[in-house]
């Protein structure tokens, strides 16, 4: 049974870090693509960092170097470092994970039915 568990969200200040977990079981995180994920009630939920199954990570273009993904394959554990934080960040954010390579784990808006397995999410409020 895949199963996805973020932790780390929080209300911060504009210019704040937080550092977002997401533990995973069912899936290994070495061998295939994860993601993370924000959403906005009324909006599309979006990709906003990638890693593949090599390691590579890829960014949406509004990141402009604040967010950082990273995985520890022997704790199956997926990361995103999010720094300089902004109000326009407020959202919830989810861990995603995709079997293989990556695909439906895209950066942008995501479609519902993508082949995409996230776990419950974790607010993170950014206060100007």
């Known amino acids: 049974q895949v199963r996805l568990e973020e932790s780390g969200g929080g209300s911060v200040q504009a210019g704040g870090s937080l550092r977002l977990s997401c533990v995973v079981s069912?899936?290994?995180?070495?061998?295939?693509?994860m993601g993370w994920f924000r959403q906005i009630p009324g909006k599309a939920r979006e990709g906003v960092a990638i890693?593949?199954?090599?390691?590579?990570?890829t960014y949406g273009d509004f990141v402009k170097g604040r967010f950082t993904i990273s995985k520890d394959n022997a704790q199956n554990t997926l990361y995103l470092q999010i720094d300089g934080l902004r109000p326009e960040d407020t959202a919830m954010y989810y861990c995603?994970?995709?079997?293989?390579?990556?695909?439906?784990?895209?950066?942008?808006?995501?479609?519902?039915?993508?082949?995409?397995?996230y776990g419950q999410g974790t607010q993170v409020t950014v206060s100007a």
């Open positions: 890693i593949d199954t090599f390691g590579s990570a």
């Open positions: 069912g899936y290994a995180t070495s061998s295939n693509c």
């Open positions: 995603g994970v995709e079997g293989g390579h990556c695909s439906a784990v895209r950066l942008g808006p995501i479609s519902p039915g993508a082949h995409i397995t």
